[in-house]
């Protein structure tokens, strides 16, 4: 089988990254523009995006099994967010605000760090898209850090730095996604 073939087939499911991205925009903007709402509202809303993310991400790893030979991560990535997830939902108010304090941080720097090797590996397609896509995750990776280094300092610091880490890692895979995309329509059906 040929190389074009695989990689049209591997991406011709540019629109899931796109979902995922959207996710994290609308509630990246949510928290920007919401601050007066209580952290455990927050906390929340963010299991229950982070459920959805986790079923979209499920779907694309299986989506790409024949056709990736990295799909095992998305997968197993899926399962980390929806276990994540039913744990947030599970959990006692007096404790859900700190695990949601350090399970978004930390959620973050892990989607983040392994968005910025997807870069790395399309930088031979585009590499002015690439360098974009990198500095947007790394500002998503230094918001994370700042939050998660003094989270407690007051709400403002919880809504504007998670606010921010979530609109950029949404940037970051809407644009990958519209790279995909574009990949996608230079193969052609004839890839097939």
Known sequence: MEQGGLFYRATKFWWIPMLVGLVFIGFGIWCLCNPGPSLTIMAYIFSGALGVVG??????????????????????????????????????????????IFCAGLYIIFVAVNAISESFVMYSYSSFWSVWLFLLLLCSVVCACIFLAGPIVGTLAVWLYIGISFITYGVARVLFSLKLKKINDNFGPEAE
């Open 55 to 100: 079923i979209v991400n499920l779907i694309y790893g299986f989506a790409n099994a024949r056709n990736n030979h990295g799909w095992g991560w998305s997968v197993a990535c899926g399962i980390i967010e929806i276990l994540c997830s039913v744990w947030l939902f599970f959990l006692p108010s007096s404790s859900l605000v700190t695990a949601f």
